[in-house]
């Protein structure tokens, strides 16, 4: 029961002298915990951005946009019931709020589009279309 843990690879036997610095590093600033993760691609007219958001209900997700930053934010409460009263041998499922913040300068905000299905967040982040001067020539006096 006791071995139900998380794989992570194989350990190294070689010494190395920055593990233990390396361990506490990751168990402060663990971005895992703070944040979700997120693929954004490219098209020949837009950005499509795409988080992971399982267990998240629609409500609870919110996208803001202010000054050219775009503010993607997920709440999870627990609810601790007083018929829930299990012995967690390991709890590893994150509560509490989960935000990512992105730069959309060049993006038409205006235009953005945003689907969520099966725990993923999908937005559409057309780019702004930039106009070319039409082509002139100037007459010298």
Do not use: C
């Not at 703070?34 to 988080?51: G, P």
């Amino acid at each position: 029961m006791f071995e139900l843990i998380p794989f992570a690879g194989r350990r190294s036997t070689v010494w190395d002298p920055f593990k233990e610095i390396d361990e506490m590093e990751k168990k402060l600033f663990n971005s895992d915990s703070l944040a979700f993760r997120t693929d954004v691609k490219e098209t020949d007219d837009s950005y499509v951005l795409e988080a992971e958001l399982p267990g998240f209900k629609k409500e609870d997700i919110a996208i803001d946009i202010e000054d050219n930053y775009l503010t993607i934010s997920a709440k999870r409460e627990y609810r601790k019931e007083d018929k829930d009263k299990h012995n967690y041998i390991r709890r590893e499922r994150a509560y509490g709020s989960f935000t990512r913040s992105f730069d959309i300068t060049g993006i038409d905000s205006n235009s953005i589009t945003a689907a969520y299905k099966d725990g993923v967040l999908e937005l559409k982040l057309p780019k702004e279309k930039i106009e070319t001067p039409d082509k002139r020539r100037l007459q010298i006096d």
